[in-house]
Nanobody, 123 residues
Framework: QAQLVESGGGLVQAGGSLRLSCVAS????????IGWFRQAPGKEREFVAA????????YYADSVKGRFTISRANAKNTAYLQMNSLKPEDTAVYYC????????????????WGQGTQVTVSS
């Protein structure tokens, strides 16, 4: 069973940047697809980005394409989400998720989740 811990959230002005980290333990991190999701108050959890463990291919929601970058450092058991040009609508709790076989956009298909980190973007 994988344990995931996110960090790096905080308060930032619009146009600023943050880098989120997701540290995994418990299983072979390099063999897990990693997804980032976010949930704003009163809204459903939504897909942000994902990275495959098989070929490191990346996938992004249209709302963050060109602004966010997902990456992974398998030697450090860590995945990252670099967020640039942040907007107030990016405000949410951000979660990382992992799964050995699923790398898509549905949060229901990921087996393992972190506790989340708050990102607040002020206008």
């Amino acid at each position: 069973q994988a344990q995931l811990v996110e960090s790096g959230g905080g308060l930032v002005q619009a146009g600023g940047s943050l880098r989120l980290s997701c540290v995994a333990s418990g299983r072979t991190f390099s063999r897990y697809h990693i997804g980032w999701f976010r949930q704003a108050p009163g809204k459903e959890r939504e897909f942000v980005a994902a990275i495959s463990w098989t070929d490191s291919r990346t996938y992004y929601a249209d709302s963050v394409k060109g602004r966010f970058t997902i990456s992974r450092a398998n030697a450090k058991n860590t995945a990252y989400l670099q967020m640039n040009s942040l907007k107030p609508e990016d405000t949410a709790v951000y979660y990382c998720a992992a799964d050995p076989s699923y790398k898509g956009t549905s949060p229901n298909e990921y087996d393992y989740w972190g506790q989340g980190t708050q990102v607040t973007v002020s206008s």
